[in-house]
């Protein structure tokens, strides 16, 4: 069936360092996928997305380029934040609903 | 724009009483919303599909009974836990999808309950 793997957490940066999170999905057809990111105590926030192959979704200074070929999804930023600090969820859509994967968490210490 | 509301943000009841969480789409007109239950350090696992004016779809192993969804408005939708145990306690997040968004969900703040 449909799923998500992401690389599991926690991830510690220091400031300005780079990041890079792993996504890996299977499914049938040509989902668009989605990374959601989560602050302490609060609901999910959209953070970028693409929606067929080769597209880039940026925002924030993050980034993600759908790969059919490796069926990736990756998160990068080339200089992250302590206020990144956060939990990140990469998702994709199937018919009706969204699967996501089971959350990474980065701690960016000053 | 895409701003979801939850209330209340917090709640504690104790063990045998029902609770009822409200989600609300505040700019836009939500025709499908959804609730999710998210365990501490966990991903967020789909309870319940609502569409406006129809019956909700559960997922397989929710119990319908025990969480009861109304979708009654295209702005709101209510989850209400019956009878609710110590079990029950969790994150509850809901989002929201207004037609010709296709594919993306936006989310409430979440609701926290603690039963005692």
């Known amino acids: 069936g449909d799923s998500v793997t992401q690389m599991e957490g926690p991830v510690t940066l220091s400031e300005e360092a780079c990041l890079t999170i792993n996504c890996t999905y299977t499914a049938t057809g040509y989902p668009s996928l989605f990374w959601y990111v989560q602050y302490p105590g609060e609901g999910l926030q959209l953070l970028l997305k693409?929606?067929?192959?080769?597209d880039k979704g940026s925002n924030k200074g993050f980034e993600a380029t759908y790969r059919k070929e490796t069926t990736s999804f990756h998160l990068e930023k080339g200089s992250v934040q302590v206020s990144d600090s956060a939990v990140y969820f990469c998702a994709l859509s199937v018919p009706g609903k969204l699967i996501f994967g089971q959350g990474t968490e980065l701690s960016v210490k000053p | 724009g895409a701003v979801v509301s939850q209330h209340p943000s917090w709640v504690i009841c104790k063990s045998g009483t029902s609770v009822k969480i409200e989600c609300r789409s505040l700019?836009?007109?939500?025709?499908?919303m959804f609730w999710y239950r998210q365990f501490p350090k966990q991903s967020l696992m789909l309870m319940a599909t609502s569409n406006e004016g129809s019956k909700a779809t559960y997922e397989q192993g929710v119990e319908k009974d025990k969480f009861l969804i109304n979708h009654a408005s295209l702005t709101l939708s209510t989850l209400t836990v019956t009878s609710a145990h110590p079990e029950d306690s969790s994150f509850y997040i809901c989002?929201?999808?207004?037609?010709?968004?296709?594919?993306?969900?936006?989310f409430g703040p979440g609701t926290r309950l603690l039963v005692l």
């Open positions: 693409a929606t067929k192959a080769d």
């Open positions: 989002s929201a999808r207004y037609t010709g968004s296709q594919e993306t969900q936006y």
């Open positions: 700019d836009f007109q939500a025709t499908t």
